[in-house]
């Protein structure tokens, strides 16, 4: 757990140290208390000892949320590197599964289809690096490649590839460019899975001339 939070830390560390962020960075405290409650729920420990530790973790996680308005339950599975760059009303459903380096901004909603029929347990599967802009909301039992990018008050309902850039309600795929112009974490310049994301991606679009 602790690799993790500290590999969380570096998102928002810009050389003031990690205690530090974790006083002025309220997308830190969501995902701190994330990682804590998650391994209470899932380290095997002995029940007389789990038992309070969720009670505690709880009660400050109700304080979370009304300071940040930022949910993560502790049934999600999120990879190291999360960064949530501001607060304000995001919503992970339970059982979501977030890849390493991702991102989330403000007013973004990952949950289940719901309505007649529909599981709570099918959630979104999202990959590694995945950027999601403010606002877009990711829905049902569909998968999200890695290093892919969701727009600004983006609705995703089907299942995107890799480097997918998606936009518009209904979401729609408009390039392959991915996320790596925005969706940035220290150490990616050196991270291969990325480099070799990289070079698949569509080039960037060039100005047209007047």
């Not at 403000?106 to 979104?124: E, Y």
């Not at 995703?156 to 795929?173: D, W």
């Not at 480099?195 to 569509?202: G, I, P, T, Y």
Request: net charge positive; hydrophobic share 45%; glycine share 10%.
């Amino acid at each position: 757990m602790f690799e993790t939070v500290r590999e969380d830390l570096r998102r928002w560390d810009e050389g003031e140290g990690a205690f530090k962020v974790a006083i002025r960075a309220p997308g830190a405290w969501a995902v701190m208390v994330y990682r804590l409650r998650h391994w209470i729920h899932s380290a095997p420990m002995p029940a007389p000892l789990r038992a309070p530790l969720k009670v505690v973790s709880n009660i400050v996680q109700a304080g979370v949320v009304i300071a940040t308005n930022i949910q993560l339950p502790e049934t999600a599975t999120i990879g190291p590197g999360l960064f949530i760059a501001h607060t304000g009303y995001i919503v992970v459903a339970n059982h979501t599964v977030l890849g390493k380096h991702c991102t989330l901004t403000q007013g973004v909603t990952i949950g289940h289809a719901g309505g007649t029929g529909g599981s709570l347990t099918a959630v979104p599967v999202i990959g590694d690096r995945v950027y999601i802009g403010p606002g877009a909301a990711v829905i049902g039992d569909i998968s999200v490649g890695d290093d892919a990018m969701i727009g600004v008050s983006a609705v995703v309902t089907k299942s995107l590839p890799p480097r997918a850039v998606a936009v518009g309600n209904p979401a729609r795929v408009v390039s392959q460019q991915g996320s790596f112009a925005i969706n940035h974490y220290p150490g990616m310049d050196t991270d291969e899975a990325r480099a070799e994301a990289l070079a698949q991606a569509d080039p960037p679009a060039r100005p047209k001339k007047k």
